[in-house]
């Protein structure tokens, strides 16, 4: 839940944020409605969400613009 509070802060300073989690669903001990309206309106907010995936590693790439590049366990990379 912690996570998902500093995700929707970042997001409203206008930083670009991914969670990933391994539940389907945020929050599932709330109201399934709640939750949906926090969800829309943190992705209105630069979030993005990959529910029901696991990180598998990650790697950082040195360069002119550094970056980290995330490999989700269903073969999906996140840079």
Aim: hydrophobic share 45%.
């Amino acid at each position: 839940m912690i996570g998902l509070e500093y995700a929707f802060m970042f997001g409203i300073f206008g930083i670009e944020v991914t969670l990933v989690d391994t539940r389907t669903r945020p929050l599932e001990f709330f109201d399934g409605e709640i939750v949906d309206e926090l969800i829309h309106q943190m992705r209105n907010h630069q979030v993005t969400f990959h529910l029901g995936e696991t990180v598998e590693s990650f790697e950082s790439v040195k360069g002119p613009r550094p970056q980290t590049i995330i490999h989700l366990a269903l073969s999906k990379r996140l840079v």
